[in-house]
């Protein structure tokens, strides 16, 4: 099977290269993992790890790129940079790719945690990237951190952000990188929303593909951008409640439970 053919491996390599363009990959920063739907059962495994398997997953096929890898080198050469691995219960095993005896990301577990949680809550969904979004990891310098308020902000500052972004941005305080429990909680707060800030350092987001995924950060980057132009401005006029309940109401659009405050009815 000629691997570089999948339509997924090329999608795959789109990514890493428009990631690594808007500048959010230096070094070796981020990570993408596509779950594959092709029958990979041939390949024969040329070695195994042992990670946990959350659930959903056993069986299934994951490319993802490899650990210490610059997400820039992965369209010039893909089987040096990422891997292919089949999921099983006590471990991931190597099919293809990762030529130089490399293991996968650092975060392979916070992909795992969210490829299960996501499969749970939209059959469709199948990719993961993590990014180091530079406006997204500045706001949270300068920005309270609790997903209700961040969200609000970032949707009241760019008129699309509640049509792509419903459910909400979460966000995880500073937690050490590339271990079970960050990727455990990135994953518990994947649930609710597709997209999670990792305070001081990045963001995970998922999707039905990666341009999918991407997009969602490529939304919530441009309103951070905009509000670290803005924030120490005097505010002349404002996306409020009433406006962003609007545009739900115009786009069929339902907003966050909670998040947004209703207008009381007049008596
Ligand atoms: P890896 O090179 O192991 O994927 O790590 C990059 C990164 O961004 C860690 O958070
Ligand atoms: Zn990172």
Redesign the pocket.
């Known amino acids: 099977m000629d691997i570089l053919k999948i339509p997924a491996i090329s999608e795959f390599c789109r990514t890493a290269e428009l990631i690594h363009s808007r500048g959010w990959a230096e070094r ?4 993408i993992s596509l779950l594959l739907d092709e029958d990979l059962g041939s390949l024969a495994p040329i070695r195994k790890l042992p990670v946990g398997c959350p659930g959903g997953l056993e069986g299934r096929y994951i490319a993802i ?1 490899g ?3 610059y997400l820039r080198n992965v369209p010039r050469d893909p089987e040096s940079n990422m891997g292919i691995f089949r999921i099983c219960r006590d471990g991931v095993e190597l099919l293809w790719g990762l030529k130089d005896g490399s293991g996968p ?3 392979l577990a916070a992909h795992l945690n969210c490829h299960s949680v996501r499969l749970n809550v939209d059959p469709a969904h199948r990719a993961v990237i ?1 990014t ?1 979004a530079t406006n997204l990891v500045a706001m949270t310098f300068v920005h309270p951190l609790n997903d209700r308020d961040f969200t609000r902000t970032l949707w009241s500052l760019l008129t699309e952000c509640i049509m792509f972004l419903p459910d909400g941005v979460a966000v995880l305080p500073w937690m050490p ?2 271990t079970e429990e960050t990727g455990r909680a990135t994953a518990e707060k994947m649930k609710e929303s597709r997209i999670v800030v990792w305070a001081h ?2 963001v995970f987001s998922s999707g039905t593909s990666a341009e999918d995924a991407l997009g969602l950060i490529e939304v919530a980057e441009k309103a951070a951008e905009i509000f670290l132009k803005i924030s120490h401005l005097p505010i002349l006029s404002k996306i409020d409640d009433s406006r962003l309940l609007d545009i739900c109401k115009v786009m069929n659009i339902v907003p966050r439970n909670g998040y947004l405050s209703i207008p009381e009815s007049p008596e």
């Open positions: 070796n920063g981020g990570n790129t650990s210490g890898k990301s650092s975060e993590h180091h990188c590339g350092h990045g």
